[in-house]
């Protein structure tokens, strides 16, 4: 009796934390996102506290250093530059709508980008050893120093680059991760790109996998939500197989759509004149309906930020914005986020 005690106690015990494990999963709370944007002017604490009514619950921040072109070394940033970014751009601005948004508990991932003239980051490639040793150094004295932000206001989530896709095979990528872990004791990520992602060789070092989820859905416009569900279905499979290989959770670190007829074709295409005779509150709204029904349940998925959010409302553009503010779409995403 005693030898069954001995031997059946341990295993009921494993049993418990097992089944309690499993529990934890499948009720961690997902990151229900936006991607703020930095403006010219302060915002309030009631600006940031006007998202709770729709459920969202984490932000991204975006600072930005700025480079010449694709090949250049040089970034010139807040703490590097004569240039003075956005208030909401800014240390200050980041730190102050960071604790406002603590205040309303909404947490937030500060999330670094570069901006080049004419190109974008996916393009950055220098033509020599020199040149990335050189581009690297800098590259670092930038994210370090927002490193050191996030430490400083507690802030839940760091992404360490952006769309840097010509870089990721580089092995500065593992010496950087950890002078930032030095620095920084929260969760890291990294935003790939929709096409980048699976060839990313440092993703085990990391807390998630991001993905600028950006995916071509269609072919066509005025897509139902039905067309748009079998857009996903291959992307599925990538990023199922890819967290299957790395045991890492996934977040969407950017998503959106254009209130456009043709919005899901190519959708990290920019908004532009020719667009107003396509405006679509519909195509948008479909688009995020079918990522709630397809992607939203996944296990794996633990996170979405929907580009992108104006503190004050929808400015330049906004009839075919990427923003669903006042759209059809901002109701889509309140029903899911409050009630599903």
Known sequence: MKLFTLIALPLVLLALFVVNTDREERTVEKQKGICWVGTPQPVTREDVLALSSIGITWMSQTPFAWQQNPGDTSLHFEKKSV???WWGESYEGIATTTRYAKQSSIKTIIKPHIWLRDSWPGEIEM????AWKQWFKNYQEFILSYAALAEEEQVELLCIGTELQKTVHRPEWFSLIKEIRSIYKGKLTYAANFNEFESVPFWKELDYIGIQAYFPLTKNEHPSVDDLSKGWQKPLEQMQSLHDRTQKPIIFTEIGYKSTSDATINPWQWPSQDDLNKVSETTQANAYEAFFRECWHQPWLE??????????????????DFTPQGKE????MKQWFINK
Do not use: D, L
């Not at 033509?127 to 020199?130: D, G, I, L, V």
């Not at 979405?304 to 009839?319: M, S, T």
């Not at 779409?329 to 889509?332: C, G, H, K, M």
């Open 303 to 320: 996170g979405v930020y929907f580009w992108k959010w104006y503190p004050q409302g929808a400015r330049r553009h906004g009839a075919i």
């Open 329 to 332: 779409a901002e109701n889509v």
């Open 127 to 130: 033509q020599n050893e020199s």
């Open 83 to 85: 240039r003075k970014p």
